[in-house]
């Protein structure tokens, strides 16, 4: 039996999903759900409806679970929870901060309706916070590191899109090389958020445009740039194209800790990810996770979860014996 997909939002994040699921012989792509008009929206998948969002009310015998496409901000805070009564459903929501109150709003639409909720599938949070979970476990005493990059940021690139006279941007994150190298190197230095990253822009600026100003309103954006040592450089719109038209992205968790009756032997745990493409791999996580909100559902758990509550064998399309045999 497939596992029945359903997408909703058909942006970079709902294409690399389309893409994992091609990729699962367990899985079939059952429709995908957007807000535009549905014949503006041509997908990869040949027999596969595009439908508008409100046909969403008359699906749920038709899809064993949807996956949520949309943004952090504004999107998944509604949809989420507003899904989650009628469908198993997987999100990518990344606002840190907010995953508490997120987790319960989908936890009890969820329980009402005797589904399954996975919440914040990605890489970070998603695949970093289960290595956090992991090495802390091992490790109980010792000290955390998360570095990100080198990578394309799209939330910052949205921001300095913002500004008044810019036609386009890319914003790189950078760890410090000399932070990392402290890092793997088990010395445990305390570091800031100058100290960790450092985070740098490309800008098209439009025709005419004050671009000193500019770059001081970059360099000065609260909550996003101003922490950190930023450098902005001026691009062409054909320079822009040529030489950041992709969304890398990747960064690694570290934790160092140390064992024995008198602590004298130290460790350094690592994880890392250097990816091509930031909204493929996260879809790639999201279905995974959809294999294991379809599995958790049908034995009979309901309510949200996260990743850190996943079985790992249910993310993967193996047997148990298959695993067994080739991964244990």
Same mark, same amino acid.
């Given at each position: 039996?497939?596992?029945?997909?359903?997408?909703? +939002?058909?942006?970079? @994040?709902?294409?690399?999903?389309?893409?994992?699921?091609?990729?699962?012989?367990?899985?079939?792509?059952?429709?995908?759900?957007?807000?535009?008009?549905?014949?503006?929206?041509?997908?990869?998948?040949? $027999?596969?409806?595009? @439908?508008? #969002?409100?046909?969403?009310?008359?699906?749920?015998?038709?899809?064993?679970?949807?996956?949520?496409?949309?943004?952090?901000?504004?999107?998944?805070?509604?949809?989420?929870?507003?899904?989650?009564?009628?469908?198993?459903?997987?999100?990518?929501?990344?606002?840190?901060?907010?995953?508490?109150?997120?987790?319960?709003?989908?936890?009890?639409?969820?329980?009402?309706? $005797?589904?399954?909720?996975?919440?914040?599938?990605?890489?970070?949070?998603?695949?970093?916070?289960?290595?956090?979970?992991?090495?802390?476990?091992?490790?109980?005493?010792?000290?955390?590191?998360?570095?990100?990059?080198?990578? &394309?940021?799209?939330?910052?690139?949205?921001?300095?899109?913002r500004i008044k006279g810019v036609a386009d941007a890319r914003q790189y994150t950078i760890p410090v090389p000399a932070?990392?190298?402290? &890092?793997?190197?088990?010395?445990?230095?305390?570091?800031?958020?100058?100290?960790?990253?450092?985070?740098?822009?490309? &800008? #098209?600026?439009?025709?005419?445009?004050?671009?000193?100003?500019?770059?001081?309103?970059?360099?000065?954006?609260?909550?996003?740039?101003?922490?950190?040592?930023?450098?902005?450089?001026?691009?062409?719109?054909?320079?822009?194209?040529?030489?950041?038209?992709?969304?890398?992205?990747? $960064?690694?968790?570290?934790?160092? +800790?140390?064992? +024995?009756?008198?602590?004298?032997?130290?460790?350094?745990?690592?994880?890392?990810?250097? @990816?091509?493409?930031?909204?493929?791999?996260?879809?790639?996580?999201?279905?995974?996770?959809?294999?294991?909100?379809?599995?958790?559902?049908?034995?009979g758990m309901t309510g949200g979860k996260t990743i850190l509550d996943i079985p790992p064998s249910y993310l993967s399309?193996?047997?148990?014996?298959?695993?067994?045999?080739?991964?244990?």
């Amino acid at each position: 039996m497939s596992i029945r997909i359903g997408i909703l +939002g058909y942006g970079n @994040l709902g294409k690399g999903v389309e893409s994992a699921v091609r990729q699962n012989p367990d899985m079939e792509l059952a429709a995908v759900f957007t807000r535009r008009s549905p014949e503006s929206v041509s997908i990869q998948t040949p $027999g596969v409806p595009v @439908l508008h #969002v409100e046909q969403l009310e008359h699906m749920k015998s038709q899809i064993d679970v949807l996956i949520l496409c949309g943004g952090s901000a504004t999107d998944l805070p509604e949809q989420t929870p507003g899904y989650a009564a009628s469908y198993n459903v997987v999100d990518s929501f990344d606002t840190h901060a907010r995953i508490p109150e997120h987790f319960a709003a989908v936890d009890a639409a969820a329980r009402a309706g $005797g589904k399954v909720g996975i919440i914040s599938c990605g890489w970070d949070p998603g695949m970093f916070s289960l290595n956090r979970l992991y090495a802390n476990a091992i490790l109980p005493e010792g000290q955390d590191y998360t570095f990100w990059g080198k990578g &394309v940021s799209q939330g910052h690139s949205d921001a300095i899109r913002r500004i008044k006279g810019v036609a386009d941007a890319r914003q790189y994150t950078i760890p410090v090389p000399a932070a990392l190298e402290a &890092v793997r190197e088990g010395r445990n230095p305390e570091l800031n958020t100058r100290q960790k990253h450092t985070r740098e822009c490309f &800008v #098209v600026a439009e025709e005419g445009a004050d671009k000193v100003r500019i770059e001081q309103e970059i360099k000065t954006m609260p909550n996003y740039f101003a922490d950190y040592d930023t450098t902005v450089h001026f691009i062409t719109a054909k320079e822009m194209a040529r030489d950041h038209s992709g969304l890398p992205h990747g $960064g690694c968790v570290i934790r160092t +800790g140390r064992t +024995g009756i008198e602590k004298d032997h130290g460790h350094v745990i690592e994880y890392r990810l250097n @990816l091509d493409s930031n909204p493929e791999f996260t879809g790639a996580v999201l279905t995974a996770c959809a294999r294991a909100a379809f599995r958790m559902n049908q034995e009979g758990m309901t309510g949200g979860k996260t990743i850190l509550d996943i079985p790992p064998s249910y993310l993967s399309a193996k047997s148990g014996e298959e695993l067994r045999r080739q991964l244990l």
